[in-house]
């Protein structure tokens, strides 16, 4: 078993959310308090963090990270048409030394089977999923946190019909 603690992590609805304005432009954004609550988090857990977000394959979205200072090493491979649990575990198959890994996502795309950390896309990350997020890479807890089954069910049928573009 290897030794890195991998966070995979979405931006849309985790760093940002519904009161963040958005208006498109370079840079995209990030909300500055829901960006220090995750830094705390990698900096608490030496998590390394690898981009799940729709941002890792678009110029302007890598751009911004960048410029936000997102603390990222890599990111999961874009397979069109899989969802993004099969991004994530193709990434996981190269990478041999992973001691725990949870990702951080408020999108469902068939990610159930996996430690999925779940903020709401209203609010972004808060310090409840922030607390989870520490204890689970260390070990402290098996526990996750996501939304109730049906949220859920939504969002990974949303996700079909869509062709796992979110
Ligand atoms: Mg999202």
Not at 11 to 24: A, E, Q, S
Not at 37 to 46: D, Y
Not at 144 to 158: A, E, P, V
Request: proline content about 8%.
């Amino acid at each position: 078993m290897g030794s890195d603690r991998i966070i995979f992590l979405d931006i849309d609805g985790v760093l940002n959310c519904k009161r963040t304005p958005n208006p498109r432009k370079l840079p995209y954004i990030v909300d500055p308090p829901l960006l220090e609550t995750f830094k705390r988090v990698v900096e608490r857990t030496e998590a390394k963090v690898v981009l799940s977000s729709t941002w890792r394959y678009d110029p302007a979205g890598l751009f911004s990270a960048k410029h936000w200072g997102i603390p990222f090493i890599d990111a999961i491979p874009d397979m069109p048409g899989k969802p993004r649990r099969d991004e994530i575990l193709a990434w996981l198959k190269l990478h041999g030394d992973v001691a725990r890994f949870a990702v951080l996502d408020d999108d469902d795309d068939e990610l159930d089977e996996l430690p999925l950390f779940q903020p709401s896309t209203a609010a972004g990350i808060d310090e409840k999923i922030a607390e989870g997020l520490v204890a689970y890479p260390l070990g402290k807890t098996d526990q996750d946190m996501r939304c109730n089954r049906l949220k859920r069910l939504f969002q990974n049928i949303r996700s079909m019909v869509t062709g796992h573009k979110g």
